[in-house]
């Protein structure tokens, strides 16, 4: 059985997918896209979020839920046009929705106080259309022919609806009709209309011939919310024109052709979502986090348990083991593979964000995203997200340029931005591109100098990849004035630091008048890894292969002594090197290099021996441990050591 | 006790009508989640009752309804609907609902409702 948690958590889910889809269609909607559509899916998402959050009882979601529906509503029937400030306030709405939902998450009820207002622009966005709207009619019932007049016994009956009924016409109705299965309605009062349409205050009679009996009366009378007041053997003779007769009750006689689904169709529906149903489960992201720490200790233990098979040397044991050792490696590629997520995930937000800061700065964008169904290793997704949206920020701020400067260049009017994602062999590569202003190297060499970032000299002849560098440096912004777009206290020197976490790249490529384009390169996971397994100080240790750029044996006297530190020549190239005594301890006799690369620049280490590249997993160290600078995490390969990985990239 | 089908386009309402139903000793033999999907589980499960939700993508509920009469026209269908949508619910009555239920869900009424559409 579902707990409340269980509940909060699966309404978060199917909430959220809900807004996303409110907030795609709305930016569809702008754009022109397939108007009808887009206006149904917001609807009906409005509805399903409305009913969701009225059955968990956040009563500030639902009202703003059912406010947007109501608005949608009127626009699905044509008595509204979508205009640039109701797709403001819907999209402001979707804003406060989200939060709501972050609250919820968070194990909170959301209050009125953000929503209140919203609601009441809605309702005064649908009050003021409805004024002359006539009411959305339903198709009434054709009317019927007149029944054969025979002699059953005629009865009044007194009903009163429970006044707690939340649609008191449409309980009358059900009545009506459930009693239309077992006689002929002669006549009500009020009349059948006012009861079906619910203009109707406390108990209402009916006279009704039948042949069914008391019983059968009594039981079809006492209903949901019905109760049936009084039960009396009528004198009246059969009115002449009944209401209804039961014969016309079978249903499929009150289909319209048109509008009944012809089954073949349905059919045809049905096997592309089930197909749909069969394909995809939701499973908890704790739940997968959990099974993929019992694969990877399954992997560990698979690793001693061959190393116990080969100090005793048993055969069969061996073939066994060989055995469940593909297995394991089979388990733990798949279980690589769930926690893969398309891209999508992340960029699905972007357009709204490209919407806004255009609109903000008065320009106009086309933006377009490719290959979304890429995908990455979701503990990446959430690292990936803010840089993405940095760039996408400043790309529209800084980089496009408004109409008007855009037709003096001889561009359209509206700007290009484009997003790709792809794999490669190893890695996924992300570009953004626009066709903007692009960066321009004077200016960057004018900031330098400003900045004390480089001497005059250095910046009149520094190379045009040099310069464009130096946007990743702390506190280099090329716009002259912050905006509270894309100047929000995060430069481009955090989007690098933050790819660099991710063990990724970030590349930029600019031209002056045409454009400039951002390249991302990641690894697709970072949970496994090729490292190259040494011993130092008669420790073992693993270093990213990815990381390493050669190993060489070198003699003591090749080391020359800087200042404090230590350097060595090597191939004409004086290198860093550093021994990690302070983490393994000084060693007796490590002549073995290992020059190590990090973002293109590079140091060695000294280690006793190098044993050997192999496939690990890497764990990230617990929070007790703490942040450990030059470890970026530990693995554990088959007999059970705990190995810590160096992270290279904070000794070059 | 009836065998029951629940449609709903969410699993949060489709979860949440589960346990309600469940807890009245209801049996709850099939989920779908659009109306597309409700003819044809309706036809493989036949099941004694179904909760139809109104609003659902591809095919709603009021159009698998008319599906479902059409292939069984002695179907029990219980509309699940929520304050607005009266002229909604009652096509689905002219259609051949024999009941609805109204979000946000009150376990009794609930249980009240198909337990009367059930033995009628």
Redesign the interface.
């Known amino acids: 059985?579902?707990d409340e948690e269980?509940?909060r958590k699966?309404?978060v889910e199917?909430s959220r997918e809900?807004h996303e889809n409110i907030v795609n269609n709305l930016l569809a909607l702008e754009s022109g896209e397939d108007q009808q559509t887009a206006i149904d899916?917001i609807?009906?998402s409005a509805?399903?979020l409305?009913?969701?959050s009225?059955?968990?009882?956040f009563d500030a979601m639902e009202h703003l839920c059912?406010s947007m529906?109501?608005v949608f509503?009127l626009i699905r029937n044509g008595q509204r046009e979508v205009t640039a400030s109701l797709t403001d306030l819907l999209l402001t709405c979707t804003d406060t929705i989200e939060g709501m939902l972050d609250a919820i998450e968070a194990g909170g009820n959301p209050s009125d106080e953000q929503s209140g207002s919203l609601v009441q622009e809605l309702r005064a966005f649908t009050e003021e259309e409805s004024r002359d709207e006539p009411e959305?009619?339903?198709?009434a019932?054709p009317p019927e022919p007149a029944g054969e007049g025979d002699c059953r016994p005629a009865y009044t009956l007194t009903v009163a609806i429970d006044p707690s009924s939340?649609?008191k016409?449409?309980r009358a109705?059900?009545l009506l009709?459930?009693l239309q299965e077992i006689g002929t309605i002669l006549s009500t009062t009020p009349s059948q209309e006012l009861l079906?349409d619910?203009k109707f205050d406390g108990p209402f009679e009916i006279l009704i011939e039948s042949g069914a009996g008391e019983d059968a009366l009594r039981?079809?009378a006492s209903?949901?919310?019905i109760s049936l007041l009084d039960l009396s053997a009528s004198q009246s003779p059969p009115a002449v024109s009944p209401g209804m007769n039961e014969e016309d009750r079978?249903?499929?006689q009150?289909?319209e052709p048109q509008?009944?689904?012809p089954?073949a169709q349905?059919?045809r529906?049905?096997k592309s979502?089930?197909s749909r149903?069969i394909k995809n489960i939701?499973v908890d992201i704790q739940r997968l986090d959990r099974m993929m720490n019992l694969v990877e200790d399954l992997v560990i233990n698979r690793g001693r348990l061959e190393l116990i098979a080969k100090k005793h040397g048993i055969k069969e044991f061996d073939e066994a083991l060989s055995m469940v050792g593909r297995s394991v490696s089979d388990l733990q590629n798949l279980m690589m593979g769930i926690r893969m997520m398309p891209l999508e995930r992340i960029f699905n937000r972007l357009p709204r964000v490209v919407r806004d800061v255009a609109n903000h700065d008065g320009k106009e964008v086309e933006f377009t995203i490719e290959g979304g169904e890429t995908e990455l290793d979701r503990s990446m997704m959430d690292g990936l997200s803010d840089p993405l949206l940095h760039i996408i920020r400043n790309a529209v701020n800084h980089g496009i340029e408004t109409p008007e400067i855009r037709k003096t260049c001889g561009k359209p009017p509206k700007g290009s931005l484009r997003m790709t994602a792809r794999r490669d062999k190893d890695n996924v590569i992300i570009e953004i591109e626009d066709d903007g202003a692009g960066i321009d190297p004077e200016k960057l060499r004018k900031k330098a100098v400003s900045k004390g970032l480089m001497t005059p000299e250095a910046a009149a002849s520094a190379a045009k990849d040099d310069l464009v560098s130096l946007l990743f440096e702390p506190g280099f912004s090329t716009a002259d004035t912050i905006t509270d777009i894309s100047g929000r206290g995060v430069g481009l020197d955090v989007v690098k630091k933050t790819i660099a976490s991710l063990k990724g790249t970030i590349k930029v490529e600019t031209e002056v008048g045409r454009g400039t384009k951002f390249e991302l390169v990641l690894p697709p996971t970072m949970a496994i890894i090729d490292v190259m397994m040494v011993h130092i100080n008669g420790m073992r240790c693993a270093i990213p292969v990815g990381n390493v750029v050669e190993v060489a044996q070198t003699k003591m006297e090749a080391i020359h002594r800087i200042g404090n530190s230590e350097a060595i020549l090597l191939r004409d190239q004086t290198l860093p090197l550093h021994r990690l005594e302070d983490m393994f301890g000084r060693a007796e006799k490590s002549d073995t290099l290992v020059v190590l690369q990090n973002d293109g620049r590079r140091c060695c280490i000294t280690v006793d021996t190098v044993d050997g590249q192999q496939e690990v997993v890497v764990k990230p160290l617990s929070r007790i441990a703490g942040n450990c600078r030059g470890i970026s995490g530990i693995t554990i390969p088959g007999d059970g050591d705990v190995v810590p990985v160096l992270d290279v990239n904070t000794m070059v | 006790m009836g065998r029951i089908l629940i449609v709903d386009d969410t699993m949060f309402m489709r979860t949440l009508l589960k346990n309600i139903l469940f807890s009245g000793g209801h049996d709850i033999v099939g989920e779908a989640a659009d109306g597309a999907e409700a003819l044809a589980r309706y036809r493989e499960l036949k099941p004694d009752l179904v909760t139809m939700d109104v609003v659902m993508p591809n095919v709603n509920g009021i159009e698998a309804l008319k599906a479902i009469k059409a292939s069984d026209p002695s179907a029990k269908v219980i509309m699940c609907t929520a304050v607005g949508q009266e002229q909604m619910v009652k096509l689905a009555v002219k259609s051949g609902a024999r009941g609805y239920i109204v979000k946000p869900f009150q376990a009794p009424k609930v249980l009240e409702e198909v337990k009367n559409v059930l033995s009628a």
């Open positions: 059985m579902f269980g509940y699966l309404f199917e809900n899916e609807f009906r509805h399903t409305k009913g969701m009225a059955s968990m009882g059912h529906e109501d509503s959305a009619s339903y198709e019932a939340t649609m016409d449409i109705m059900l009709q459930n079906e619910g039981t079809v209903g949901t919310e079978t249903p499929e009150n289909l509008t009944a689904v089954s349905v059919q529906v049905t979502e089930k149903e939701r």
